[in-house]
């Protein structure tokens, strides 16, 4: 996949809100490399939870 | 350039105010050429064309200058302080987003059915007054909102209005909001649900195709979870292609005698369905049934958005709709009531919504790169989402005003059939023949368009027309069912989150006075929660269904009322921390809109209550039909339904005006105390942190 391409899906995922797991990863490896890796199904379930969890997401 | 504010230096981004001063120029011409082409051919037909440049010639104008005084000198963002983003950075909610991006998911969570059908319902007052309060009510009033809500969020680690409301006004004017905003949640479901229910009663395909994105949206969350987790762009992708295929086999279905009468439901079916709907999707784990919907709606919004976008400007059909009717002057069949205030109440949503103050301190602040972004996120999210208002305003004024007036007149104002449909029409003074009515439904794949209330079916029309005129003629039926699924798409995705969303807030609340009524995980809780909010909006939304004056009449202005309030309580906030944080030289420029908005919402919430015209005031309802009661002319059980309900309606604007005044006062006191320096003026603002990345 070229950059352009994955930057493009990167956009799309950020615009609809979904989880980007590659983006935590990365996250994850820069900043607290201490901590457990989460398999794509453990984060995927987190961050539907904690998306959905409180307060408005959508307007009228 | 003042040292404070290093904003707009733009070292080697590409912004719009690096345009030269000549392009400038052109723009305010262009703008002033649209706005005077509007003026000066009043009695004429304009082409929609004119419209639009006006509209954005402002956009660009008021974006280019009034926005940077408000970052700059009002706000004073700075490139230099560390966003929540930067100082959280968790990967998940708080991510920092480039700005085009982030624009994008800011659009997509305030754009919603809202700056549709406002516009449309409003055009019964002609096309002008519509078109002025959009374009000047979003420059002043609701861009300026957005953008303040969206800068004190960012400045206190993406606090939701409500905490905000709490730490800079006081604990019981944030419990006051908390409450709101509930109640608004309410109303906002029931009247968006009727909007649906009245776009699909009868119609086969409508019915079949919004079905048919339950299995849809089952099979995608399957994929996402079990089959392929965590890919959720693959699944929405087959999402929408099968979402276009049961929208083409909908016309089969409609046109199978043996299959069309399974999915010919009425208003009440469809309402009882749209009720359990909610209620399920509120008790099921999110990834079965809303989160793979929520994905879809926001492709095919964006995706319709830009499609509408480019009918009209290959289009460039002509406004046939006048500038002005005759129903300024508030007997108007739509809804009663004068042009003020109800223009200014019909459109909210594209003009100044309360609603988007708490999606701008929501999933935004957190992904803020820099602060300087936030100028184009907040302000300019909320120009584009007014230009989608204007967009729907051409749309429903492309219409023949006499197929507008008999789409979206109630039952009640134009009889039973397609001859006493044209003849009230043309006692209004427009034109339209029985013929041209049924030809019409007859060209979209329907049964009858007439009084199919609500806004949805006549802006799918004046869209079907548009796209038809830009992409191909011919397929004017598939494309009004496109308009039609893309609009019950998005509400229901409303409906579904509204009312998990609402089932939390009572969650919170009922757990202050019983602690295992507060745990979202406890079953026995989160369904009696979910029962209680769907009984809440379905009680409005079957009072809708059953009213003899059409429903919208009746909720849609309710709507209006505690929106455009739930902005006065933002306005509050904003006001506030401008106060608070040393800037009340600049406190004008939320105060402005703040005034007019209480003057509008007081007014319209007034007449609603008190006005003497049965048609427009409640209670003077709830009169005429206890009179009917009484000499026989209605059974005594239906008709005291319909008392207790005005009642009830005007009960309901009386608590909104009530509250709302509430939190206004409480806050002008705040300002008094700080002002007079009784009170120092303390904001809870987060601490200076230098951004890691400058430049």
């Known amino acids: 996949m070229s950059v352009e391409f994955r930057r493009l899906i990167g956009a799309l995922r950020r615009v609809a809100g979904m989880p980007d797991y590659d983006a935590y990863l990365a996250h994850l490896r820069a900043c607290h490399p201490e901590r457990p890796v989460p398999t794509r199904r453990e984060f995927f379930d987190q961050y539907v939870t904690a998306r959905y969890g409180d307060g408005p997401t959508r307007c009228c | ?695």
């Open chain 2, 1 to 695: 350039m003042n040292v404070r504010t290093p904003l707009g230096k733009g070292k080697k981004r590409r912004t719009l105010a690096g345009m030269p001063t000549l392009l400038w120029a052109l723009l305010a011409l262009a703008g002033a050429a649209g706005w005077g082409v509007i003026a000066l051919h009043s009695g004429e037909t304009v082409n929609a064309a004119w419209l639009v440049l006006a509209a954005v010639g402002t956009y660009l104008i008021a974006y280019r200058f009034y926005s940077r005084y408000l970052a700059q000198r009002v706000l004073g963002l700075d490139d230099r302080r560390a966003t929540p983003a930067e100082r959280h950075a968790n990967g998940r909610d708080f991510v920092p987003t480039t700005r085009w991006v982030l624009f994008g998911h800011h659009f997509a969570a305030i754009a919603g059915a809202g700056p549709l059908v406002g516009p449309v319902l409003a055009a019964q007052f002609g096309y002008l007054p519509g078109t002025i309060w959009i374009v000047f009510g979003v420059v002043l009033g609701g861009a300026v909102q957005d953008f303040v809500i969206l800068f004190a969020s960012m400045r206190r680690d993406g606090k939701s209005l409500g905490q905000m409301a709490k730490q800079e006004i006081g604990p019981w004017t944030g419990l006051l909001a908390m409450t709101a905003v509930l109640a608004i949640m309410l109303i906002l479901l029931a009247v968006l649900a009727l909007v649906v229910v009245n776009a699909l009663k009868d119609s086969p395909w409508g019915v079949f195709t919004i079905l048919c994105t339950l299995p849809i949206a089952l099979m995608m969350g399957f994929w996402m979870k079990v089959w392929r987790p965590g890919r959720t762009l693959e699944a929405s992708f087959a999402g929408v292609a099968l979402l276009l295929a049961a929208l083409v086999a909908g016309r089969w279905v409609a046109d199978s005698p043996a299959m069309a009468p399974y999915f010919t439901w009425s208003a009440t079916t469809i309402a009882c369905a749209v009720m359990a709907y909610g209620f399920v999707a509120s008790v099921i784990p999110v990834w079965m049934l809303l989160c793979p919907r929520d994905y879809l709606s926001t492709f095919m919004k964006i995706g319709t958005i830009a499609l509408l976008a480019v009918g009209i400007l290959v289009v460039l059909p002509p406004l046939r709709l006048p500038p002005l009717t005759r129903f300024v002057d508030g007997t108007g069949p739509i809804f009663a009531g004068k042009l003020f205030p109800f223009a200014f109440i019909t459109i909210a949503c594209g003009a100044i919504s309360g609603f988007h103050a708490l999606v701008a301190s929501g999933t935004t602040p957190k992904m803020l790169l820099r602060e300087g972004d936030a100028r184009l996120i907040g302000y300019g999210g909320m120009l584009m989402e007014s230009f989608v208002a204007i967009m729907a305003l051409c749309a429903a004024a492309v219409l023949d005003p006499g197929v507008y007036f008999a789409i979206n007149a109630p039952a009640a104002a134009l009889g039973p059939t397609l001859q006493t449909a044209a003849h009230a029409i043309q006692q209004w003074g427009f034109t339209v023949t029985p013929g041209q009515l049924q030809a019409l439904a007859a060209q979209v794949g329907e049964a009858s368009l007439v009084s199919r209330t609500g806004g949805a079916p006549s802006l799918a029309v004046g869209m079907a027309q548009i796209f038809s005129g830009a992409f191909g003629r011919g397929l004017t039926a598939v494309w009004y069912h496109f308009a039609i699924m893309f609009e019950a798409l998005f509400i229901l995705t409303t409906v579904d989150t509204g009312t998990r969303v609402g089932r939390f807030m009572l969650q919170e609340l009922a757990g202050h006075v019983w602690a295992p009524l507060g745990r979202t995980s406890w079953y026995p809780g989160t369904v009696t929660a979910s029962a209680l909010v769907v009984g809440g909006w379905g009680w409005f939304l079957v009072q809708g269904v059953h009213d003899p004056l059409g429903g919208i009449n009746s909720l849609w202005p309710l709507f209006g009322i505690s929106n455009q309030l739930l902005a006065a309580v933002a306005l509050c906030v904003g006001t506030t921390v401008l106060i608070k944080t040393g800037k009340a030289r600049y406190a004008w420029v939320t105060l402005l809109p703040l005034g007019w908005i209480l003057a509008v919402t007081m007014t319209a919430g007034w007449q609603k209550m008190f006005a003497a015209d049965p048609r427009l005031g409640f209670l003077a309802h709830a009169r005429v039909t206890l009179n009917q009661i009484a000499s026989g002319a209605l059974a005594s059980d239906h008709g005291a339904r319909l008392v207790f309900n005005d009642r009830l309606d005007a009960a309901v604007a009386g608590a909104f005006m009530l509250v709302t005044l509430l939190v206004v006062a409480t806050s002008a006191w705040e300002w008094i105390l700080v002002l007079r320096r009784r009170r120092p003026a303390e904001s809870a603002e987060t601490p200076f942190v230098e951004a890691a990345r400058v430049g």
